[in-house]
T-cell receptor
């Protein structure tokens, strides 16, 4: 059973606009979350993370928001760029250096 | 600093055959994990190796096995291949010196993967 869920398989956004990728989780014991980005023919690369002691973490154009009561987190990309087109995975630790991943959301940013 | 390298990048096997995939961890990383990513799915944890021993395993049958060598590189072996084994196999490395759930210990560095097709 998936403990981390990404219910939107794909998202299309125009360049310059905001991209919002969503992630829900079922395990209230999760206290750390990570987002990975994956381009075709490459491995996933770490993008940004957030600890449960925070409700927001920002890194340049990327911001992750955490709503613990709703067991929901979201990744905001502002402004979106064509180079952001990739598959984005939400993940949470289930053990030392062991992650459980969502199914991913494919983001397409059009010029 | 070299990243995680995997070989081969692509391979085709038939049902019942055996396959060995290889991974060199990032310089300075002593823990290696293997993940299976089926089409349309997120990566799924297979197992992890630390100090040449299996250090955790996901929901995969015993025909999935592995090794870690003294230089921290690793192999994934799959016996009696089935059609459902067709997937991208990702190797990830990390550094055990970073401890704690809210730390860099959970930031894995992935290789580009080995795409296995079973016919």
């Amino acid at each position: 059973d998936q403990q981390v869920k990404q219910n939107s398989p794909s998202l299309s956004v125009q360049e310059g606009r905001i991209s919002i990728l969503n992630c829900d989780y079922t395990n209230s014991m999760f206290d750390y979350f990570l987002w990975y980005k994956k381009y075709p023919a490459e491995g996933p690369t770490f993008l940004i993370s957030i600890s449960s002691i925070k409700d927001k973490n920002e890194d340049g154009r990327f911001t992750v928001f955490l709503n613990k009561s709703a067991k929901h987190l979201s990744l905001h990309i502002v402004p979106s760029q064509p180079g952001d087109s990739a598959v984005y995975f939400c993940a949470a630790p289930v053990g030392y250096s062991t992650l459980t991943f969502g199914k991913g959301t494919m983001l397409l940013v059009s010029p | 600093e070299t990243g995680v390298t995997q070989s081969p990048t692509h391979l085709i096997k038939t049902r019942g055959q055996q396959v060995t995939l290889r991974c060199s961890s990032q310089s300075g990383h002593n823990t290696v994990s293997w993940y299976q990513q089926a089409l349309g799915q997120g990566p799924q944890f297979i197992f992890q190796y630390y100090r040449e021993e299996e250090n955790g395993r996901g929901n995969f049958p015993p025909r999935f096995s592995g090794l870690q060598f003294p230089n921290y590189s690793s192999e994934l072996n799959v016996n009696a291949l089935e059609l459902d084994d067709s997937a991208l196999y990702l190797c990830a490395s990390s550094d055990s010196r970073f401890q704690g759930a809210n730390s860099g210990a959970n930031v894995l560095t992935f290789g580009a993967g080995s795409r296995l097709t079973v016919l």
